[in-house]
């Protein structure tokens, strides 16, 4: 239930002879994790029949939900036309919880060392959907956090995914705590920074510190190099005076040597931008960087005084980790042990 359900509420309101302010009321109660129409006492007991009758509780049907032993939990939800979509709860020892929310199902991109990229692109989601994959975790717990890093490309369809966050504070994710990830999709990335009022955080999937290895790794550099997607996040900071966050996947042998660590440190201005090392989470391609590897890789940055951290990893064991998205209709455990 969200914004575009709103509107067919208010329909419903109005053929009812319902005030306006029911709409309001019953989002609240949604945005809270009410678990349906007939938790809402405070609407008139007929009036809830009649919404369980006309207006679908959620845009997606939860088709299986995982949990990783971290504590991560991972759902595979449908749309209406049959679209896969997974999204994610994180869980963190310090209380908070963050979302990771996807924008499409699947991904046009094809970014060589991510799972999404290889299943085939069903379509952008529409506010109703991204929002209800945050309803869904909300009726679970409380939610304080959320990246726009599950599925998709988010500057693909930046008009569902900014009107879903939005609406996401009224379900307790303020905007400064809300974070969009793009590859450096430029169109989007500019309307992002040039019309998008709301203080809500920027993070550049970056991954290499020449435009030769990011071409390699991910073909949307060749439409739109290196130079370019920077200058646009140099002008995000100067406008917000926000932090951009650079994710760069550790590719064993690919990108993680010493002298690619120094050329990062060397393309990033210290002020502008905030490095967070991931990781790699298999999905066949490669090898991931040894630990070792990543952290002479951070040496460097740090004595650059360039800022950066290593991304604690989440739910690998149920492919819930970054990259690993991929709508896997089968199920993982072994149930048809062969002879
Ligand atoms: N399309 C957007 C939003 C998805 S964010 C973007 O790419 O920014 C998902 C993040 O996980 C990106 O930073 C992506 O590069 C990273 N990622 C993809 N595959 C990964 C893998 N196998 N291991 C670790 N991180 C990965």
């Known amino acids: 239930m969200s914004r575009v359900d709103l509107a067919l509420l208010r329909d419903v309101f109005e053929a009812a002879g319902e ?18 129409y007939a938790a809402m006492t405070n609407v008139p007991a007929a009036l809830r029949a009649r919404l369980a009758a006309e207006v679908p509780f959620s845009t997606l049907d939860v088709e299986r939900e995982e949990r990783a032993r971290d504590g991560t939990a991972k759902t595979l939800f449908r749309t209406r036309d049959g679209h896969p979509v997974e999204a994610v709860l994180m ?17 046009p991109l ?26 869904h975790f909300r009726r679970i717990e409380a939610v304080d956090h959320a990246v726009f890093m599950g599925m998709g ?7 569902a995914v900014v009107d879903a966050a939005r609406l996401l504070a009224d379900v307790g994710i303020t905007n400064r705590r809300a974070t969009v990830s793009t590859v450096g999709w430029l169109p989007g ?9 709301e203080p809500i955080r920027l993070a550049l999937s970056l991954h290499a510190p020449t435009d030769e290895l990011r071409s390699e790794l991910m073909p949307v550099n060749v439409r739109y190099p290196l130079a370019d997607v920077l200058a646009e996040c140099t002008r995000y900071f100067e406008l917000r005076r926000r932090k951009v966050f650079v994710e760069y996947v550790m590719l064993g042998g690919v990108n993680d040597r010493v002298d690619q660590a120094r050329a990062l440190a060397a393309l990033l ?21 040894t630990r070792k590897a990543i952290a002479a890789f951070k040496d460097v940055l740090d004595a650059a005084r360039l800022p950066a951290t290593v991304r604690l990893t989440r739910g690998r064991d149920i492919a819930a980790a970054c990259g690993q998205l991929a709508a896997d209709p089968r199920p993982r455990a072994r149930t048809h042990a062969s002879a």
Request: net charge positive.
């Open 189 to 197: 990335l500019r309307r992002f920074v040039d019309e998008v009022t």
């Open 91 to 107: 869980r963190y020892r310090d209380g908070r919880r963050s979302l990771c929310l996807s924008s499409q199902s699947g991904c």
């Open 269 to 289: 201005d210290p002020k502008v931008f905030k490095v967070n090392l991931i990781p790699y989470n298999p999905t066949g391609m490669y090898a991931g960087s």
């Open 19 to 36: 005030p306006p302010y029911r709409a309001g009321q019953v989002w609240e109660w949604a945005a809270r994790g009410a678990a349906s």
């Open 110 to 135: 094809t970014c060589t060392f991510c799972a999404t990229g290889q299943m085939a692109f069903g379509r952008n989601l529409s506010a109703s959907e991204i929002l209800d994959q945050a309803l």
């Open 153 to 159: 490309e988010p500057m693909l369809n930046l008009d």
